[in-house]
């Protein structure tokens, strides 16, 4: 029996790692937010201080693994064969959920979801026993430590509140002193300003987190305890001169507080989160290592040890968990991606992509507010209120910068959040709280952009709703991880071997095919069109650009054409639904290109105009044939997915060599496209007025089937609307190419006169 607990042995540490990768890479770029939002340091100076922040919160975070061992249940009440199986079911249900998340694209927390494995896993194992014993199923309650798991668990869902409060208080009130011109306000106060936030920076990272250290002698942190409010005051008065001796020597105060408060938030990151990934294979280790010293058999040592203060994690273990955590967060691409959400949502202008849609309690919360703001209004005095606005007056952008090159948010919104991230969980740690890291940092973030007015009446519904959304997917996590968690566990209860290898089968099957679809994910990501602003400058580079995506695009809308004319004669239900994928997502391209061109336009110079004219006439030529294609796509699939009666022979028959003929037009429209010669535009054009007279032909010879012989009422609508769909195609390919062809023209004008002008 031995042999199968070395196994899990070896299955835990495969698995620890992999979990290790998983969530550094999805959880530690959290606290490179703020630093990369606001372009405080190069990307290499942010890494390294968050590296090093790593290392030490690693360290320091040997008392937070007792969570997993007896934090949420009773160790004493279990026979080691159990633990293991509670164990083994948490970190399997930890990558079974995190597959799920993945696929359904759904926010998750490793704190929130390791917590709730082990509640679950514990419960169903506490089920199983009471049951053997014939005793109340109530009773199973005992095995659970309801007092600490409530305590963890209150913990976690009050720190959203705390945490967005805190995060909006502390963000009103900064901007109120320094305003959005901070540069002269910081000559006053930034020495103060700086004393505060480095000292609490000091406080919860020296005071609090030396405490847990094991080869810190206890007397010195008795000492510092019996000491604490002199060391606090010595600290304000010696970090507020610091502050203000290197405000006078030009030092921008606030760069030094965002990059400590980094190697803060990773510190605390390392300090708190670890146990996520390494706290339950340490204590899958620690109990086998108590049950072969005790010699006891499998099932007849109950693991009271485990509960003894005495147990602590070996700290080369720590050091190596902190190296691999510092090597993931320099090399995994997945981590340099998870910040978009955060910097997306907390950013100081309205332009970019909205990742979220308003849905009804996004557009509830924000009218409520807005009523409310409103009131206030009403109420203060008009002179208060027009200095408060005055502070919240944004600073005006330099033009000479680049859009892309502009920080998401200023330096004083960045510091309040390292600083008051880095702090809340400090504080959590300190009480052996195991925040969530994600969603402090990410609810911090939120409530200074709301308390920033980063949220205008034309983002705010969108970014209520993201916040809606990352929040949802929490309380998600809690009960997805739970249920999870108790059904792996009542395998592997009843299954024992046979259980254990299947779910290690199933696990291995979704790490690769997960693998695999992010990898596929990706290399599409790499080869979506979008145009670059600087080469979009001239109208001879919008001729150069949109010549190319339009010969992709028409190839993209040909090969659609002909495989839903198809798919829709062979009934073929799997192939219409990628179809209809497919034209959606086109559509979508399309549609995010045409919500650019507001702050595209805004970002040109006067000479730009005809081209950014230009580029907006193409993309909505482009954007109404892929809608047509995307109507005749879905009518297609809701045709067949309802079971309704397949196109007549003739119908089909008619479609096709509407289809065939459309595949030879858009072939050498794309090539024209292609190889830029617009001279041989006015041909393609003859061909499309040939096929629109066809297309209504078609129309014709329909009624009169509807006349003569007997028809479908749902055959007769489906292929008068895909009939339609395809005039309007065609009418739209014909603005595009008649746009090119008037470019063409004018370039040939423009010659001409030159010519003249050259000869006289």
Same mark, same amino acid.
């Given at each position: 029996?031995?042999?199968?607990?070395?196994?899990?042995?070896?299955?835990?540490?495969?698995?620890?790692?992999?979990?290790?990768?998983?969530?550094?890479?999805?959880?530690?770029?959290?606290?490179?937010?703020?630093?990369?939002?606001?372009?405080?340091?190069?990307?290499?100076?942010?890494?390294?201080?968050?590296?090093?922040?790593?290392?030490?919160?690693?360290?320091?975070?040997?008392?937070?693994?007792?969570?997993?061992?007896?934090?949420?249940?009773?160790?004493?009440?279990?026979?080691?064969?159990?633990?293991?199986?509670?164990?083994?079911?948490?970190?399997?249900?930890?990558?079974?959920?995190?597959?799920?998340?993945?696929?359904?694209?759904?926010?998750?927390?490793?704190?929130?979801?390791?917590?709730?494995?082990?509640?679950?896993?514990?419960?169903?194992?506490?089920?199983?026993?009471?049951?053997?014993?014939?005793?109340?199923?109530?009773?199973?309650?005992?095995?659970?430590?309801?007092?600490?798991?409530?305590?963890?668990?209150?913990?976690?869902?009050?720190?959203?509140?705390?945490?967005?409060?805190?995060?909006?208080?502390?963000?009103?009130?900064?901007?109120?002193?320094?305003?959005?011109?901070?540069?002269?306000?910081?000559?006053?106060?930034?020495?103060?300003?700086?004393?505060?936030?480095?000292?609490?920076?000091?406080?919860?990272?020296?005071?609090?987190?030396?405490?847990?250290?094991?080869?810190?002698?206890?007397?010195?942190?008795?000492?510092?305890?019996?000491?604490?409010?002199?060391?606090?005051?010595?600290?304000?008065?010696?970090?507020?001169?610091?502050?203000?001796?290197?405000?006078?020597?030009?030092?921008?105060?606030?760069?030094?507080?965002?990059?400590?408060?980094?190697?803060?938030?990773?510190?605390?990151?390392?300090?708190?989160?670890?146990?996520?990934?390494?706290?339950?294979?340490?204590?899958?280790?620690?109990?086998?290592?108590?049950?072969?010293?005790?010699?006891?058999?499998?099932?007849?040592?109950?693991?009271?040890?485990?509960?003894?203060?005495?147990?602590?994690?070996?700290?080369?273990?720590?050091?190596?968990?902190?190296?691999?955590?510092?090597?993931?967060?320099?090399?995994?691409?997945?981590?340099?991606?998870?910040?978009?959400?955060?910097?997306?949502?907390?950013?100081?202008?309205?332009?970019?992509?909205?990742?979220?849609?308003?849905?009804?309690?996004?557009?509830?919360?924000?009218?409520?507010?807005?009523?409310?703001?409103?009131?206030?209004?009403?109420?203060?005095?008009?002179?208060?209120?027009?200095?408060?606005?005055?502070?919240?007056?944004?600073?005006?952008?330099?033009?000479?910068?680049?859009?892309?090159?502009?920080?998401?948010?200023?330096?004083?919104?960045?510091?309040?959040?390292?600083?008051?991230?880095?702090?809340?969980?400090?504080?959590?740690?300190?009480?052996?709280?195991?925040?969530?890291?994600?969603?402090?940092?990410?609810?911090?973030?939120?409530?200074?952009?709301?308390?920033?007015?980063?949220?205008?009446?034309?983002?705010?519904?969108?970014?209520?709703?993201?916040?809606?959304?990352?929040?949802?997917?929490?309380?998600?996590?809690?009960?997805?991880?739970?249920?999870?968690?108790?059904?792996?566990?009542?395998?592997?209860?009843?299954?024992?071997?046979?259980?254990?290898?299947?779910?290690?089968?199933?696990?291995?099957?979704?790490?690769?095919?997960?693998?695999?679809?992010?990898?596929?994910?990706?290399?599409?990501?790499?080869?979506?069109?979008?145009?670059?602003?600087?080469? /979009?400058?001239?109208?001879?580079?919008?001729?150069? *650009?949109? +010549?190319?995506? =339009?010969?992709?695009? $028409?190839? &993209? !809308?040909?090969?659609?054409?002909?495989?839903?004319?198809?798919?829709?004669?062979?009934?073929?239900?799997?192939?219409?639904?990628?179809?209809?994928?497919?034209?959606?997502?086109?559509?979508?391209?399309?549609?995010?290109?045409?919500?650019?061109?507001?702050?595209?336009?805004?970002?040109?110079?006067?000479?730009?105009?005809?081209?950014?004219?230009?580029?907006?006439?193409?993309?909505?030529?482009?954007?109404?044939?892929?809608?047509?294609?995307?109507?005749?796509?879905?009518?297609?699939?809701?045709?067949?997915?309802?079971?309704?009666?397949?196109?007549?022979?003739?119908?089909?028959?008619?479609?096709?060599?509407?289809?065939?003929?459309?595949?030879?037009?858009?072939?050498?429209?794309?090539?024209?496209?292609?190889?830029?010669?617009?001279?041989?535009?006015?041909?393609? /054009?003859?061909?499309?007025?040939?096929?629109?007279? *066809?297309? +209504?032909?078609? =129309?014709?010879?329909? $009624?009169? &089937? !509807?006349?003569?012989?007997?028809?479908?009422?749902?055959?007769?609508?489906?292929?008068?609307?895909?009939?339609?769909?395809?005039?309007?195609?065609?009418?739209?390919?014909?603005?595009?190419?008649?746009?090119?062809?008037?470019?063409?023209?004018?370039?040939?004008?423009?010659?001409?006169?030159?010519?003249?002008?050259?000869?006289?």
């Amino acid at each position: 029996m031995e042999q199968v607990y070395i196994f899990m042995l070896f299955v835990f540490l495969v698995l620890a790692v992999i979990d290790l990768v998983v969530g550094v890479s999805n959880d530690a770029a959290n606290f490179l937010n703020s630093a990369v939002g606001s372009k405080v340091a190069t990307i290499r100076t942010i890494m390294i201080v968050a590296s090093v922040g790593v290392a030490v919160g690693a360290i320091f975070s040997s008392g937070m693994m007792e969570i997993a061992r007896k934090g949420i249940f009773n160790p004493q009440l279990f026979y080691f064969d159990e633990v293991m199986i509670i164990f083994m079911s948490v970190i399997l249900a930890d990558i079974l959920l995190f597959d799920l998340f993945n696929t359904i694209g759904l926010p998750t927390s490793t704190t929130v979801s390791i917590v709730f494995e082990l509640l679950g896993a514990a419960a169903c194992v506490a089920t199983f026993k009471t049951f053997k014993a014939n005793q109340p199923l109530w009773q199973a309650f005992d095995y659970i430590n309801t007092a600490e798991a409530g305590k963890i668990i209150t913990g976690i869902f009050t720190s959203v509140i705390i945490a967005f409060t805190v995060g909006t208080i502390v963000q009103y009130l900064a901007r109120l002193v320094f305003s959005f011109r901070y540069q002269e306000q910081v000559k006053y106060v930034g020495g103060v300003f700086g004393g505060i936030s480095l000292t609490a920076l000091t406080y919860f990272i020296v005071f609090k987190g030396l405490k847990d250290v094991a080869f810190i002698p206890k007397s010195a942190i008795a000492w510092m305890d019996t000491n604490i409010l002199p060391l606090l005051l010595g600290c304000l008065v010696f970090y507020s001169v610091l502050s203000q001796v290197l405000i006078k020597m030009k030092v921008n105060i606030f760069r030094v507080i965002i990059l400590s408060g980094t190697f803060a938030l990773a510190m605390a990151f390392a300090g708190n989160d670890l146990v996520n990934f390494i706290g339950v294979p340490v204590a899958a280790y620690q109990s086998y290592d108590i049950w072969h010293v005790s010699g006891e058999a499998h099932n007849g040592l109950l693991m009271g040890s485990l509960a003894a203060n005495e147990l602590s994690t070996p700290t080369a273990i720590l050091l190596l968990t902190g190296f691999l955590m510092i090597l993931t967060l320099w090399f995994s691409k997945k981590a340099r991606h998870v910040i978009d959400t955060g910097v997306n949502l907390s950013r100081q202008n309205e332009s970019g992509e909205e990742k979220f849609s308003s849905n009804f309690l996004s557009r509830f919360l924000v009218r409520i507010t807005v009523g409310v703001a409103n009131g206030v209004n009403f109420i203060m005095p008009k002179k208060l209120s027009d200095k408060i606005d005055s502070r919240f007056e944004k600073a005006e952008e330099d033009p000479n910068v680049k859009e892309e090159d502009l920080p998401a948010f200023d330096l004083v919104r960045a510091a309040i959040n390292l600083v008051v991230s880095s702090s809340l969980i400090a504080i959590g740690t300190s009480f052996k709280l195991p925040l969530s890291t994600t969603y402090v940092t990410f609810m911090v973030a939120m409530g200074s952009s709301l308390a920033d007015r980063a949220w205008g009446r034309d983002s705010a519904v969108y970014r209520v709703a993201g916040v809606l959304n990352v929040i949802g997917g929490w309380f998600l996590t809690a009960i997805v991880a739970f249920i999870g968690a108790f059904i792996v566990a009542s395998i592997l209860y009843y299954g024992s071997v046979i259980g254990l290898i299947l779910m290690i089968l199933v696990v291995g099957f979704l790490l690769i095919r997960n693998a695999i679809a992010y990898r596929n994910k990706q290399k599409a990501k790499a080869q979506g069109r979008r145009f670059e602003r600087a080469d /979009l400058a001239t109208i001879g580079g919008v001729i150069k *650009e949109s +010549s190319n995506y =339009v010969s992709e695009t $028409i190839y &993209r !809308i040909d090969q659609l054409y002909s495989k839903v004319v198809k798919n829709l004669g062979t009934q073929d239900l799997s192939k219409l639904t990628k179809n209809k994928k497919n034209a959606k997502k086109l559509e979508k391209e399309l549609d995010e290109l045409k919500g650019n061109v507001y702050y595209f336009i805004k970002s040109l110079n006067e000479s730009s105009v005809a081209s950014s004219k230009f580029y907006i006439l193409i993309l909505d030529y482009l954007q109404d044939m892929a809608q047509c294609l995307t109507a005749i796509t879905l009518n297609s699939y809701e045709h067949v997915n309802n079971n309704h009666k397949n196109l007549k022979f003739n119908q089909l028959r008619d479609l096709k060599a509407i289809s065939d003929k459309m595949e030879n037009v858009f072939k050498a429209e794309a090539e024209i496209f292609k190889g830029e010669d617009y001279s041989k535009l006015h041909t393609i /054009l003859e061909e499309c007025k040939v096929l629109k007279d *066809e297309v +209504s032909k078609m =129309v014709q010879k329909q $009624i009169d &089937r !509807i006349r003569t012989t007997e028809t479908s009422q749902k055959t007769t609508k489906l292929y008068f609307s895909i009939l339609l769909e395809t005039n309007a195609l065609i009418r739209a390919n014909n603005n595009l190419m008649m746009q090119f062809e008037e470019y063409q023209k004018q370039q040939m004008r423009a010659r001409s006169k030159f010519g003249t002008q050259k000869r006289i």
